[in-house]
C-alpha cells in the first residue's frame, strides 16, 4: 500500500518555541493532506485539510495562527507548532489522499512534549 | 456527517473470531462504510471498507445489512497482535477528511 512518512517520530522542545513537523508522501502524489491530534486516550481531531498549492482549511477552534501549514508540493506538507505550549503537547497525525474517494493513509505520528 | 456509536471496548482470546458492531443510522445514500485500526503512538491503518452487503479482504470481512443502518467487522482467529482501538468511519464522498468516533478498544487476551 501507498506509505506516507511523518518526521519527526517524537519531539521535545521548550514553550515558547516553535516547531515542525513533516508529512511525505513516498509513492503517490497528495492532492489533499489532513492533520489531526490525539490526546492520551481519546480519538483523533481533524485540525485542517490542505490541498496542494492552495491555503488550509482549519476546523472550528484550531487557530490558524498557531498551526501554520503548508502544502507546497504534492508529496510534502507541513504543520509548524508556533510558540508552543505545555497544552499544545498532543500526538499529531498526518494523512494523505491521492485522488477524491481514495482511502486515506495515515503517517506514523509525531508525539509533541512541550516543556 | 453521520455519526457511528460502537462499544467502547470489548474483550477476546486468542484464536476467536471477534465481531464489532457499529451503527450508523443517518448515513447517507452515497456515503461508504471504512474501518482503521490504531495501535498506540502510530498513526490509523486502513482495513477495510464497503458500501452494502459484505467485504472480505485478507485480514478482515464487513458485513452491511440491506438498510445500512449498521456494520459489523468481523475478525477471524484474533491474535495478541490485534489488540488495538479500532474506528468505524461513514465516508461522505463530498468531504474528503475522515471524522473518527471514539472507537472500540480492543484486548486480546492469551
Known amino acids: 500500500g501507498a506509505v506516507v512518512s511523518q518526521h519527526p517520530s517524537w519531539v521535545i522542545c521548550k514553550s515558547g518555541t516553535s516547531v515542525k513537523i513533516e508529512c511525505r508522501s513516498l509513492d503517490f502524489q497528495a492532492t489533499t493532506m489532513f492533520w489531526y491530534r490525539q490526546f492520551p486516550k481519546q480519538s483523533l481531531m481533524l485540525m485542517a485539510t490542505?490541498?496542494?498549492?492552495?491555503?488550509?482549511?482549519?476546523e472550528q477552534g484550531v487557530e490558524k495562527d498557531k498551526f501554520l501549514i503548508n502544502h507546497a508540493s504534492l508529496t510534502l506538507s507541513t504543520l509548524t507548532v508556533t510558540s508552543a505550549h505545555p497544552e499544545d503537547s498532543s500526538f499529531y497525525i498526518c494523512?494523505?489522499?491521492?485522488?477524491?474517494?481514495?482511502?486515506?493513509?495515515f503517517g506514523s505520528g509525531t508525539q509533541l512534549s512541550v516543556l | 456527517l453521520a455519526k457511528t456509536t460502537q462499544p467502547i471496548s470489548m474483550d477476546s482470546y486468542e484464536g476467536q473470531e471477534v465481531n464489532i458492531t457499529c451503527s450508523h443510522n443517518?448515513?447517507?445514500?452515497?456515503?461508504?462504510i471504512t474501518w482503521y485500526q490504531q495501535f498506540p503512538s502510530q498513526g490509523p491503518r486502513f482495513i477495510i471498507q464497503?458500501?452494502?452487503t459484505k467485504v472480505t479482504n485478507e485480514v478482515a470481512s464487513l458485513f452491511i445489512p440491506a438498510d445500512r443502518k449498521s456494520s459489523t467487522l468481523s475478525l477471524p482467529r484474533v491474535s495478541l497482535s490485534d489488540t488495538a482501538v479500532y474506528y468505524c468511519?461513514?465516508?461522505?464522498?463530498?468531504?474528503?477528511?475522515?471524522?473518527f468516533g471514539s472507537g472500540t478498544r480492543l484486548q486480546v487476551q492469551p
Open positions: 464497503g458500501y452494502k
Open positions: 490542505s490541498n496542494e498549492g492552495s491555503k488550509a482549511t482549519y
Open positions: 443517518n448515513i447517507a445514500t452515497n456515503d461508504y
Open positions: 468511519l461513514v465516508v461522505d464522498t463530498g468531504r474528503r477528511a475522515l471524522t
Open positions: 494523512s494523505a489522499q491521492g485522488q477524491p474517494n481514495e482511502k486515506l493513509f
